[in-house]
């Protein structure tokens, strides 16, 4: 299974970024599918989540209105639109997937793409 982000970089205050995250290995269409962030020093926080077939998002209170998840189950990809970008969203961005069968659980990692948000 790999999952790999890209789509981050360096990009000024107030401006966007829309970050990617590629699946493989996986039945892309069965994972609830997460992004999260960990800026220095800080712990891993969960950012968004979509449900397997996309009809259900849900947002850490930092990004509301900002931030908009999206997954493409035919191009077994997931997405992170993010606008108005602060300095306070500075962190490595990872991409989480997770089934759970019974009480069993799946769950991979991506590597992480960074973001910095700097003028």
């Known amino acids: 299974v790999q999952l790999v982000e890209s789509g981050g970089g360096l990009v000024q205050p107030g401006g966007s970024l829309r970050l990617s995250c590629a699946a493989s290995g996986l039945t892309f269409r069965w994972f609830r599918m997460s992004w999260y962030r960990q800026a220095p020093g800080k712990p891993r926080e969960l950012v968004a989540t979509i449900s397997n077939g996309g009809g259900t998002t849900d947002y850490a209170d930092s990004i509301k209105g900002r931030f908009a998840i999206s997954r493409d189950n035919a191009k077994n990809t997931v997405y992170l639109q993010m606008n108005s970008l602060k300095p306070d969203d500075t962190a490595v961005y990872y991409c989480?997937?997770?089934?759970?069968?019974?009480?069993?659980?799946?769950?991979?990692w991506g590597q992480g793409t960074q973001v910095t948000v700097s003028s």
């Open positions: 989480y997937a997770k089934r759970v069968v019974g009480g069993d659980a799946l769950d991979y």
